[in-house]
């Protein structure tokens, strides 16, 4: 790489996202607050993995009934590698009569998460979409597509991700699906799980959002990039770091950056 120096995918995202918030989290290393929406997101992404998993193997459950452990998981493996409790994550949302503390844990359990978890049971019971099955075999064993793991190189850079979901279309062409519990933001992330799969002679050509507070799997996109043009952002975003470039991006996001605290930008 032009800089010299050889960054992830991840670290690619946070520096195009706020170059401030990489500062903060990568350079400085300043202590972070947990958020509770991207704890409860990994506990729903679980609760999906698990619920798929069961019905290829047809072991059907009622698994609606479970979401409160799964979201007690997360949150307990949070406190222990954060040493932040509960009580002190960082919130989302309105502050309203019925939610005082915006979408603290008793929220996520008795009311956002069973609703997540109602509105994914019958998306996945009506789409037209088919979880693919003959996959090569990721590091995990895995063959299907249910958080199929992806080792791959961008240029120099060995990099590793899951795809929640990888489809067959109604006329068979295979497409990548996020699981997103927050807003709707498309990013690099979707095509280049695209050009891994390609890689490993996976013929993968369109990709989607999964709303899961809608319920709702936006319209599929077949973004048109390759390793070339993927490698070039993270060569010029790895040289704007080496000569010190840093840029706020200052926005909604602040209410919920897990360095707000530290951040002299953060609206």
Not at 130 to 138: G, H, N, R, S, V
Not at 208 to 222: C, N
Not at 259 to 264: N, Y
């Amino acid at each position: 790489m032009s800089s010299g120096r050889r960054w992830s995918h991840s670290a690619f995202e946070d520096y195009a996202n706020c170059g401030e918030k990489f500062r903060l989290r990568r350079i400085v290393k300043v202590p972070q607050l947990p958020n509770m929406a991207a704890v409860a997101g990994k506990a729903f992404h679980s609760w999906t993995e698990e619920y798929d998993t069961q019905e290829l193997q047809s072991q059907k459950t009622q698994l609606t009934f479970e979401w409160p452990d799964f979201l007690a998981v997360a949150v307990e493996e949070e406190e222990e590698s954060s040493g932040v409790e509960r009580d002190r994550f960082t919130t989302f949302g309105r502050r309203t009569k019925e939610r005082p503390n915006k979408e603290d844990f008793a929220v996520w359990r008795d009311d956002i998460g069973p609703d997540l978890v109602e509105k994914y049971v019958a998306w996945a019971g009506n789409h037209d979409l088919t979880i693919a099955q003959d996959l090569p075999q990721d590091a995990n064993g895995k063959t299907y597509g249910v958080e199929y793991e992806l080792s791959f190189r961008i240029g120099q850079t060995p990099e590793l991700g899951y795809a929640d979901r990888i489809f067959y279309d109604v006329d068979g062409n295979l497409g990548v699906v996020d699981i997103k519990t927050g807003r709707k933001r498309k990013t690099t992330q979707l095509p280049l799980y695209l050009i891994a799969l390609q890689q490993k002679g996976i013929p993968a050509v369109w990709c989607a959002y999964y709303q899961a507070r809608d319920g709702k799997m936006t319209e599929p996109w077949f973004p048109d990039w390759d390793e070339h043009r993927m490698s070039y952002l993270h060569e010029q975003a790895a040289a704007m770091q080496a000569l010190g470039f840093y840029l706020p991006n200052p926005g909604d996001e602040c209410g919920w950056c897990s360095v707000r605290d530290h951040c002299q930008f953060a609206l």
